[in-house]
């Protein structure tokens, strides 16, 4: 990994950087540990011990200082420090932040090359995924039989939390954490993000915050689910805390990163890049992170409010202080649902995107795909209430609500036309991007249409709050927003590694994956239907059958994603070195060589068409070799081609 | 435009061209199969033991109905594009597909009949929904039932019959039932599986809704919002019972009737 030596004549030493020269995870961890200690002992002398909220007290201020510490170890705060001294950063600075010349120790360090950043994003969601995984396979050999006693009530719903939250988080960064920062810059012919150290920031952010999220599993769990709902969340033990943390860390984590790539995709598009020439994927991602973008601070003023009843006694959510636990519950949703399109778009904009490339076609009806995206997004705001039909809070509201909900049936119908549309007659090459996307139309449908007896209010009246529920979400976030990240990931894992990925174990764990899931979650909805509840540690022998047959799938999900990691790890340490464009791909991305250098394009290219020429005898469209000289007009001087463009090319 | 001789010979010619025919039979095979299968959720969740269940059933499965073509066209399409064209080999296939961009009168087709189909959906559930609201009893008076929610139990009081309290549910059969339902501590959710009704038992607010059983039995009540510890034992039973034995129930608790 030597690719940072090639450009711009090699310096031996770095020279710039200063103090970040010495910052890296060893020290972060170590001044955070250290933060934290200090957080601990401070405040444990000096909060009075006879409240009974100093422990969540205690463990918040320790968690911030625990934060505070390890940013501050990474070097997070030396911008902004120089800045407000006066003294700006200078080239070699810049040149250090980006990673030149550092080998591996770069993955380790506050490095603002976007292509650093994506495979750290990549890292830590295979991380999260790992736990979360195996918190799925507590729970689901738990379940296994009517009363399997294989983990106590507390544990479990420990166990329930924590496995949702870190999922949810996980699915929430799997796509545009890892292929927006690293793919959409090249994508869209960049050179690095608009805001580079934003970048390094959320990333470190959510790092931070990830020791936040395993502390909760030693201080009581998060005994909730994920969806926290108070008032029992003011009764759990500090594990809450934890959740709260961790959830403010990752809003802001969130909403900088957002900004970042919003921004990126308005201004830094390559010329001749226009709207109507962007790639589906990079407006999937600009509609996920610009959801995301109102959406957190939801989360966060519920987490903000809910810290205040924990730490101070506030009682925002206690009935028998004046508050009242649905504006809890209106907060989160209003986060919540907006949440799922976060993970679902960008999953499903990544599969339209490399559909074209596996069929051979156009991407059928661009304009379509685009409007459907942008009514997902606009619609996915004001249904946030269907998950409370049942709650009490409005019942005159759930006619307006059902209406929106049904209504996201229209857009979400364009979206599987526009798949459907590219595959007709196309020259469908199996490979494992195209498998995942043939997947997603068999899962996706069922988790939209099993969302669609949700909707109905009668209906949820019976189905709410049940396996029929855990069942349907997971169609959508996982059959459609995981599959849909794993066919991305195997799309673009020549690109970003440099080297094929293993097909045969990547088919056998697709296989396992898929049967799995769909044996899994059928089960789920047969004991749903049956009427067993969500969240329970021990169920009624009536649906013993069901269970088994979900607990068998999970298993074999779970060693599916085993060789899904085997296929990743060795791929990338000894598989086939990969041609700068294996399949024939007309994106930008595909034009940088293997390894990708430094600030990714020597001279910026001008786009004068859209990536989606395929079959169309304009030379000017045609892909691979022809791109070079087609695609990209290489060379600054050609200003005659498509310059009406908003992109700006620096 | 083409006159209606012109368009019945292309409607024709469109008729026997083979992806037509190929598509055309698997789009029907799997909505015969589909529509088999929509009868199954109602039988998992079982004999319904109010007009609400019947209503939720009836739902399923017509609403599964109704998603059986578009599921099976959007996979018959695919599915066939696979089998016909499929390329096999370790490079990208030697030449591109038709270069399709786009088709409006496909896309409008698409549009109409995903908007029909959502103002039906919406129809149906907003005349279900006042259906299910104020069921139709032939008795007189509806009997109240206050319920209360606290960890891990539920109380069931029946203020009209000198607030007998019990922890199992005792009702009787035809007659209109109002719950008044609210919890002691966190939010738990008050459901009578069989009979297709749940709400939240909030702390410090009321909520209610309405049920007539109809047929004579013990059902499950179960909470279905995770509430602590033993949330998964928080469970009771509904016991539908004639309207003369309810009145025995009742005096035989302390109450009057």
């Known amino acids: 990994m030597s690719e940072a030596v090639v450009q711009h004549g090699a310096v031996a030493h770095p020279t710039g950087g200063g103090a970040m020269q010495r910052l890296h995870l060893g020290t972060a961890v170590l001044t955070g540990v250290v933060c934290a200690a200090i957080a601990w002992y401070l405040s444990h002398h000096i909060l009075h011990d006879d409240t009974p909220v100093v422990s969540d007290q205690v463990t918040t201020i320790t968690m911030a200082g625990w934060a505070i510490g390890f940013m501050a170890g990474i070097g997070a705060f030396r911008g902004p420090w120089r800045w407000m001294l006066g003294k700006d950063q200078t080239h070699e600075d810049e040149t250090f932040y980006a990673g030149k010349d550092q080998g591996v120790g770069r993955y380790f360090r506050f490095t603002t090359d976007h292509k650093v950043v994506g495979i750290q994003y990549l890292v830590v969601t295979m991380v999260m995924l790992g736990i979360g995984g195996t918190l799925a396979m507590m729970i689901r050999t738990d379940l296994v039989t009517p009363q399997s006693g294989f983990l106590g009530p507390q544990t479990y719903n420990a166990v329930v939390g924590l496995h949702g939250l870190i999922m949810i988080i996980a699915t929430i960064i799997m796509v545009t954490g890892p292929f927006g920062n690293f793919i959409v810059p090249i994508m869209i012919g960049a050179r690095d993000m608009a805001f580079p150290r934003l970048n390094a920031l959320s990333l470190w952010l959510i790092v931070a915050a990830l020791p936040v999220f395993v502390s909760a599993a030693f201080l009581g769990g998060i005994p909730t689910g994920w969806s926290g709902y108070a008032p029992l969340s003011d009764q759990a033990p500090p594990g809450m805390d934890a959740f709260l943390m961790f959830i403010i860390i990752f809003a802001i984590s969130t909403a900088v990163a957002g900004a970042n790539i919003t921004t990126t995709i308005l201004t830094m598009r390559a010329r001749g890049m226009t709207w109507n020439r962007t790639p589906i994927f990079v407006w999937g991602t600009m509609a996920s992170v610009g959801l995301a973008i109102p959406a957190f601070p939801m989360f966060m003023s519920a987490m903000v409010l809910l810290g205040l009843d924990r730490t101070t006694g506030a009682q925002f959510f206690v009935a028998s202080g004046g508050g009242n636990g649905w504006l809890y519950a209106n907060l989160f949703w209003i986060m919540g649902h907006p949440e799922v399109y976060v993970i679902v778009i960008p999953a499903i904009a990544a599969l339209m995107e490399l559909t074209p490339v596996f069929t051979r076609k156009p991407l059928f009806n661009y304009n379509a795909a685009v409007l459907a995206l942008v009514g997902i997004v606009g619609l996915s705001i004001m249904v946030w209430a269907h998950h409370m039909y049942a709650s009490g809070w409005a019942p005159d509201l759930n006619g307006p609500f059902m209406l929106t909900t049904e209504l996201i049936s229209i857009p979400t119908g364009l979206l599987f036309l526009v798949v459907v549309g590219t595959i007709w007659r196309g020259r469908v090459w199996t490979t494992l991007p195209m498998m995942s996307t043939y997947a997603m139309l068999w899962n996706f449908i069922i988790g939209g249409i099993t969302g669609i007896y949700l909707s109905d209010v009668p209906a949820d009246y019976a189905l709410h709050g049940s396996m029929f529920v855990t069942a349907h979400f997971h169609y959508t976030l996982m059959g459609a927003g995981l599959t849909g990240a794993i066919g991305a990931l195997a799309f673009w894992f020549p690109k970003m590694t440099g080297r094929m990925l293993d097909h045969r174990a990547g088919l056998i764990s697709f296989w396992l994956v898929q049967i799995g899931f769909n044996v899994t979650f059928f089960g789920m909805f047969a004991v749903g239907l049956a009427g067993q509840p969500r969240r329970v540690q021990h169920y009624s022998s009536l649906f013993a059958t069901g269970n088994l047959v979900s607990t068998m799938g999970a298993y074999a999900i779970g060693i599916g994603m085993l060789v899904l990691l085997y296929a990743i790890v060795s791929s990338w340490r000894h598989g086939a070195i990969a041609p700068a464009n294996p399949w024939g791909s007309k994106t930008l991305e595909w034009t940088v060589p293997n390894p990708i250098p430094l600030e990714n394009f020597e001279v910026l290219p001008v786009v004068v068409a859209d990536p989606y020429g395929y079959g169309e005898g304009d030379p000017s469209s045609l892909p691979t070799k022809q791109a070079h000289e087609a695609v990209l007009r290489v060379g600054a001087g050609s200003p005659g081609h498509g310059n009406d463009a908003d992109g700006e090319s620096s | ?257």
């Open chain 2, 1 to 257: 435009m083409s006159t209606g001789a012109e368009f019945g010979e292309r409607a024709r010619r469109w008729s026997r061209r083979p992806e037509t025919r190929g598509i055309f039979l698997l789009w029907t095979a799997l909505t015969v199969a589909l529509v088999a299968f929509a009868f199954v959720p109602s039988r998992i969740m079982g004999p319904p033991a109010s007009s609400t269940m019947r209503a939720v059933e009836e739902t399923m499965t017509v609403f599964s109905i109704a998603a059986a073509p578009v599921a099976a066209i959007v996979w018959a399409i695919s599915l066939y594009s696979l089998l016909k064209w499929r390329h096999r080999g370790a490079g990208p296939p030697p030449e591109d597909g038709p270069a399709i961009r786009s088709n409006g009168p496909v896309t409008t087709l698409w549009l109409v009949i995903s908007s029909v189909l959502c103002a039906l959906l919406l129809i149906w559930g907003l005349a279900e929904m006042e259906a299910v609201g104020d069921p139709a009893s032939s008795a007189a008076a509806p009997l109240v039932v206050d319920v209360t929610g606290q960890q891990w139990v539920w109380t069931f009081s029946y203020p009209q019959d000198g607030n007998v309290e019990s922890d199992q549910l005792y009702l009787p059969k035809n007659r209109l039932v109002v719950f008044n339902v609210t919890s002691e501590d966190v939010i738990h959710s008050f459901w009578i599986v069989q009979m297709g009704v749940k709400v939240d038992a909030n702390p410090g607010e009321t909520t209610n809704i309405r049920v007539v059983p109809d047929k004579l039995g013990v059902f499950d009540i179960r909470c279905a919002e995770l509430c602590g510890l033993l949330h998964a034992d928080m469970e009771t039973s509904a016991h539908v019972v004639t309207s003369g034995d309810f009145a025995s129930w009742v005096t035989a608790q302390g109450g009057h009737g």
